[in-house]
């Protein structure tokens, strides 16, 4: 059975950073593209980032470039949003994603929600 | 990158047929057939429905079919039953660089 797990939401001051973590299982992770999908209180969702299966490509909404980063390690079966300079409107949970190179995201996790917040 | 535009809320009686579109530009959905559904019931993670406009995971119900036309995207639900009310969510493509936008969602009410 596939299983994504997220970690490491919270309560966080603008400006400040937060990494989340996602642990996947169930499936052969490093054989996935993997993304962050998030959805901030009460909206719809947003496709965050994404990252190829061995690492090499990476790519981001416009809204985060510069602040968020992406990555992942296999060997670990782990996926991971590094969020610096983090502003109120970053408010949302975060999703970790399977994401298919056909763009769509086939199974989700539970996600983690992130508040900023002074 | 805008979002897709889908109606804020549709409803429909048991067993009735209801449509969603969902409306983008020639940058997304015009330009690939790479549209994807998702279900979301309140507290839940969403759920793939559809993938590639018109296929279905397995395990999903094929009361939910999809299609496009042009820059317009739809999900029809036949048969509608209570637990098919949640939100509906729209996504497509949009290039390498952009990757994907989704739509801003639709409130599925069934009376």
């Known amino acids: 059975e596939v299983q994504l797990v997220e970690s490491g939401g919270g309560l966080v001051q603008p400006g400040g950073s937060l990494r989340l973590s996602c642990a996947a299982s169930g499936f052969t992770f490093s054989s996935y593209w993997m993304s962050w999908v998030r959805q901030a209180p009460g909206k719809g969702l947003e496709w965050v980032a994404n990252i190829k299966q061995d690492g090499s490509e990476k790519y981001y909404v416009d809204s985060v470039k510069g602040r968020f980063t992406i990555s992942r390690d296999n060997a670990k079966n782990s996926l991971y949003l590094q969020m610096n300079s983090l502003r109120a409107e970053d408010t949302a949970v975060y999703y970790c994603?399977?994401?298919?190179?056909?763009?769509?995201?086939?199974?989700w996790g539970q996600g983690t929600l992130v508040t900023v917040s002074s | 990158q805008s979002a897709l535009t889908q109606p804020a809320s549709v409803s429909g009686s048991p067993g009735q047929s209801i449509t969603i579109s969902c409306t983008g530009t020639?940058?997304?959905?015009?330009?690939?057939?790479?549209v994807s559904w998702y279900q979301q019931h309140p507290g839940k993670a969403p759920k793939l429905m559809i993938y590639e406009v018109s296929k279905r995971p397995s395990g999903v119900s094929n009361r939910f079919s999809g299609s496009k036309s042009g820059n317009t995207a739809s999900l029809t639900i036949s048969g509608l039953q209570a637990e098919d009310e949640a939100d509906y969510y729209c996504?497509?493509?949009?290039?390498?660089?952009?990757?994907?936008?989704f739509g801003g969602g639709t409130q599925l009410t069934v009376l």
């Open positions: 020639s940058s997304d959905v015009g330009s690939y057939n790479l």
């Open positions: 994603a399977r994401d298919q190179e056909e763009a769509y995201f086939d199974y």
């Open positions: 996504c497509s493509y949009a290039g390498s660089s952009t990757f994907a936008v």
